[in-house]
């Protein structure tokens, strides 16, 4: 059973890896549909082996969001808190059958005015089966502080 923890209980310089996920044709075509974005280089088989990329690939946003997934997985985790926001870029093409992982680490963190509570950033890295960051950037979130530190 893992422990989520509080602000307090992380460490800048801490790092963590998350379980991993196989892309498919079906979590692409279900993102398209949630989102309404079918641009055809994500749902178009005939347009995209055409295309630069021989083939259908992910939208990035989707990237983010298996990343952001991934990590509430992860054997490192926080509480629930309260996302601050992301920077995030996009590396490389996430195709169809890449399997990925985020690798995460506790960059930087600091109290906040706000008591109860504290922000950490989490570098973060989408990375394929080859061991290519496919997406990278930070994740900025306010955690609750112990309630014995408060």
């Known amino acids: 059973m893992t422990i ?17 996920v196989t892309v498919t044709g079906a979590m692409i075509d279900t ?9 055809p280089i994500h749902v178009d088989e005939d347009y ?5 990329f021989g083939m259908r690939v992910a939208h990035g ?3 983010l969001s298996i990343a952001d997934g991934l990590k509430c997985q992860a054997e490192y985790r ?7 926001g ?4 996009f590396k490389l093409p996430i195709r169809i059958g890449d399997t990925l992982h985020v690798r995460f680490r506790v960059g930087s963190m600091r109290p906040t005015k706000r008591p109860g509570w504290g922000i950490v950033t989490l570098p973060s890295e989408l990375v394929n089966q080859n061991g290519e960051v496919v997406q990278l950037g930070e994740h900025k979130l306010m955690i609750p502080r112990r309630p014995d530190a408060r």
């Open 4 to 20: 989520e923890k509080y602000w307090d209980d992380a460490r800048v310089g801490d790092e963590a890896v998350t379980p991993s």
């Open 31 to 39: 993102y398209a549909e949630l989102t309404g974005d079918r641009t």
């Open 48 to 52: 995209a082996r055409k295309s630069h």
């Open 61 to 63: 946003l989707l990237g």
């Open 78 to 84: 926080f509480l629930p808190g309260m996302s601050l």
């Open 86 to 89: 992301w920077t995030w870029d």
